[in-house]
């Protein structure tokens, strides 16, 4: 079992947006091994093997379930890391189930209520992100749909509500409406300052401020942070305007750690 379900410590969930070029992949999981080692933090390693709700029909989708499960079972092993990818089908359940750690289901996909099941009942923590359409204390009914399988490891991601048209804002009071609901919190930094179809056939985004609004979420309680990675995030494949650098993870990482134990006293 993951330990951010048993201790009271800040984990993150951090990787690129898209499997891209292995080398990429393993670029990044390689740093993360080295801040989990240094800063004794959980660190859960997220990229999606097929990106399924693109803008564009053209825009870059990943290289797959087969392939990309074949990456993220080698970064499981190699770097030591625990796994993430969301899915968008309950079919997919059964097939990521023993490579995964924790099963994502995408915002927009929230309520399905047959892909809930199925991610559950595999008895993996489920990470079921907040639609941009739900009020914080919308999710109980998504709660209540994921435990009747007997699956009590659940997790909230926050990322943001539609504010009018191509933008999102965050009302940070969602994060401790959510945890009064008996779930870990985890705090999209990234997606939560994305521009969807800001720039007409792909999404755009406000990367400087994206560890503006982390901090804000631990100060708030967030129990985890999910961040989008990229050594050169200007020319990533997805998410690029909203993804963070790489090399400038680090720093961010160990001020929300210091956030986290100022306000866990």
């Known amino acids: ?23 990429i992949l393993f670029q990044i999981a390689e740093k993360l091994c080295e801040i989990k080692e240094l800063e004794k933090i959980e660190i859960i390693f997220k990229a ?30 190699k770097f030591n890391l625990p796994v993430t990818s969301d899915i968008h089908h309950p079919e997919d359940a059964d097939a990521v189930k023993d490579v995964l750690d ?5 915002a927009f ?3 399905q209520t047959d892909l809930i099941l199925k991610a559950s009942e595999t008895n993996l923590p489920v990470n079921i992100k907040k639609g941009q359409f739900l009020a914080p204390w ?13 699956n009590q490891n659940i997790i909230i991601t926050e990322r943001g509500t539609t504010f009018g048209y191509n933008n999102l804002v965050v009302d940070f009071r969602g994060i401790p409406i959510i945890k009064k609901l008996g779930v870990p919190v985890v705090f999209d930094a990234t997606h939560s ?6 720039l007409g056939n792909a999404s755009s985004g406000e990367r400087e401020m994206a560890p503006i609004l982390a901090k804000s979420a631990v100060a708030a309680g967030a129990d985890g942070v999910f961040m989008e990675i990229h050594p050169d995030p200007d020319n990533a494949l997805c998410d690029g305007p909203n993804s963070l650098f790489l090399d400038k993870v680090h720093k961010l ?13």
């Open 102 to 106: 924790i099963i994502q289901i995408p």
């Open 253 to 265: 990482i160990k001020t929300l750690i210091k956030i986290n134990e100022v306000c866990s006293e």
């Open 1 to 23: 079992m993951l330990n951010i379900f048993s201790k009271k410590k800040l984990f993150i969930i951090a990787g690129p947006c898209v499997i891209e070029k292995k080398e």
């Open 109 to 111: 996909l929230c309520r």
């Open 193 to 198: 300052i994305q521009i969807p179809g800001g």
């Open 138 to 150: 919308d999710v109980k009914n998504i709660i209540d749909k994921a435990k009747s399988t007997g």
């Open 48 to 77: 999606s093997y097929d990106k399924a709700n693109r803008t564009s029909i053209s825009s870059f989708r990943g290289p797959g379930k087969y392939d990309g499960l074949k990456y993220l079972e080698e970064i499981k092993y």
